[in-house]
Nanobody, 121 residues
Framework: DVQLQASGGGLVQAGETLTLSCAAS????????IGWFRQAPGKERDGLAC??????YYSALVRGRFTISSDNAKNTVSLQMNSLRPEDTAVYYC????????????????WGQGTLVTVSS
């Protein structure tokens, strides 16, 4: 089993930086890659980034602006979001994915509760 706790959301202005954090726990947490997804109102959920060991994967939506990283000692995964835009406004979720799915940032097995990011223009 894997438990995930996302935090760090909030209200920022366009162009600013925000960093989200995901704390992973559970007996099987070490077996999974950790990814970030988001869902804007009225839209489908998008996969954004995933990290598996030292490999990092990004969707075209955020490549070059967002950076995923991990702190293995703290069992946390962060998502640094630079140059935020109003269209980045969404609920952001961290999730546990199989390592095979990590490159595709798709089909997570466990989900955190989500944290709201609002970017004002």
């Amino acid at each position: 089993d894997v438990q995930l706790q996302a935090s760090g959301g909030g209200l920022v202005q366009a162009g600013e930086t925000l960093t989200l954090s995901c704390a992973a726990s559970g007996s099987n947490s070490g077996d999974y890659a950790i990814g970030w997804f988001r869902q804007a109102p009225g839209k489908e959920r998008d996969g954004l980034a995933c990290i598996s060991y030292s490999s990092k994967y990004y969707s075209a939506l955020v490549r070059g602006r967002f950076t995923i990283s991990s702190d293995n000692a703290k069992n946390t995964v962060s998502l640094q979001m630079n140059s935020l835009r109003p269209e980045d406004t969404a609920v952001y979720y961290c999730a546990a994915l199989t390592r095979r799915n990590c490159p595709f940032i798709y089909e997570a097995d466990y989900w955190g509760q989500g944290t709201l990011v609002t970017v004002s223009s």
